[in-house]
């Protein structure tokens, strides 16, 4: 009753005032809840990105350096290399800006005497990975200050339009659909809710696609597909492009761990050192490679070392390096030929293989190179269950075998080249290269170039 009449007595403007004031605190206080720590969380993550992005720079340039480096006798440059990156981590507290694997990794490299490449590698391809994730990020928020930030005022007020009527939108949609679910959802039969909860979940993925800026077209389910399967855009690219597979069809399914075990070295040294034409420059000059020795890891079953040698201009220079199995693929049917020459020859199981190689040549005037890339060749299972290369359509038009198709680096001229080589032909060479119907032939135009 009191409190009736204390109300009645008090000015209707105060009370306003009074009640704007604590809303407006209450606000005030809230903002400054939520956006203070938003804002010393930025400022300590643009302070950590920066430094962390440096410093995994510094590591991995120097670690490149070494892997040209590795092919020879050349000692005190890798040591400069190993002390830089012991001051490097050891100084101004930088190691705690990495993670524990790469500093593990990093100064394991730095402190023991012998350079095991296999590890350089590695802690190379963690850098890569690293980076990679954090400059997405930079990249997301580059997107959006390009899209809704503009000096144009036009612009600018379409993109603050836009991106009010998104949150719109979405707020309108959720309730909606929340109120409709809570609604009909107790009321309704079992089958119903199952059918609400499907649609409900698939309406927010669309929503988060498009907020994501993801488009839902054929063109992504594709790269889905494809992701899963292992391949990746350069594959395809690559099969698109050659006629490598020769209108064969792959499995969907990786048989990495099927054949792991099985050794494939005999397939990458069948052919005569006349049979293989490699290129290596825009101009498509000629490149020469001979595999002189290969040699299956022991230890990791997947990876292979090799021992060849390259020329270039008459110049004969040795490298080493790796081949890493990534994907085994079989065929979906099997093929046996013009006429099916071989169908009675007892062939089990055919396919191809995808690789990854490095190969690393060094010569006496230390002219370090580094060959890359990815390595693509055929197979098939004999009736004694040995793995054979597959020549079986040597005669056919285009066919190749072992193809590389990467680039070249050289410490002199550290600007990648593009570098392929295979067998019977040049994978993916300008479309003006290879003039040949049934055999390989260099147009004339190239033919200063390495190839009289």
Not at 58 to 84: P, S, V
Not at 380 to 390: E, H, P, R, S, T
Request: net charge neutral.
């Amino acid at each position: 009753m009191e409190i009736n009449d204390f109300l009645e007595k008090i000015d209707v403007n105060l009370l306003i005032f009074l009640l704007t004031t604590l809303i407006g605190f209450i606000s005030w206080l809230v903002k400054g809840m939520l956006e203070t720590p938003l804002s010393l969380s930025k400022a300590t993550f643009d302070r950590h990105f920066n430094t962390r992005v440096e410093i995994l720079t510094e590591i991995k340039n120097r670690l490149a350096l070494m892997l040209y480096l590795t092919n020879g006798d050349n000692n005190e440059d890798i040591d400069r290399f190993k002390n830089e990156i012991q001051e490097f981590l050891l100084k101004d507290g930088k190691s705690a800006y990495i993670s524990k694997d790469i500093l593990d990794y990093a100064l394991n490299i730095s402190v023991l005497p012998e350079t095991d490449i296999e590890k350089v590698q590695l802690t190379i391809n963690l850098i890569d990975e690293e980076l990679h994730s954090s400059i997405s990020k930079v990249n997301e928020e580059l997107r959006f200050y390009r899209k809704f930030s503009n000096h144009n005022p036009i612009k600018r007020i379409l993109g603050l339009t836009f991106i009010t009527v998104q949150y719109l939108i979405v707020i309108i949609t959720v309730s909606t659909l929340m109120y409709l679910f809570c609604s009909y959802f107790i009321t309704n039969e079992l089958w119903f809710k199952a059918v609400a909860i499907v649609v409900l979940v698939f309406i927010f993925f669309l929503i988060d696609a498009w907020l994501s800026d993801r488009s839902i077209n054929l063109k992504n389910i594709l790269a889905y597909l494809r992701r899963k399967q292992g391949l990746t855009n350069e594959d395809y690219y690559f099969f698109r492009k050659s006629r490598f597979l020769i209108l064969r069809k792959i499995a969907s399914v990786n048989q990495i761990r099927k054949y792991e075990k099985i050794d494939f070295s005999s397939i990458w040294n069948k052919s005569e050192e006349s049979e293989i034409f490699g290129i290596i420059g825009e101009d498509h000059q000629r490149l020469k490679i001979c595999i002189k020795h290969i040699e299956q890891n022991k230890e990791n079953r997947r990876e292979y070392f090799i021992l060849g040698q390259s020329q270039i201009k008459g110049k004969i220079i040795p490298f080493n390096g790796t081949i890493k199995l990534i994907n085994v693929y079989e065929y979906k049917k099997l093929y046996f030929g013009v006429d099916n020459e071989y169908k009675n020859s007892g062939i089990k199981k055919q396919g191809i293989l995808i690789g990854k190689y490095q190969f690393n040549q060094r010569d006496e005037e230390k002219d370090f190179g580094l060959f890359q890339g990815k390595i693509y060749s055929k197979w098939f299972i004999d009736k004694d269950n040995k793995i054979q290369y597959d020549d079986i359509e040597r005669f056919s038009d285009g066919y190749f075998n072992n193809a590389y198709v990467g680039t070249f680096k050289s410490v002199k001229n550290p600007f990648s080249k593009q570098c392929n080589w295979g067998d019977f032909r040049v994978p993916l060479a300008n479309e003006d290269f290879d003039i040949g119907e049934g055999d390989f032939k260099v147009a004339d135009k190239y033919l200063d170039n390495g190839w009289r």
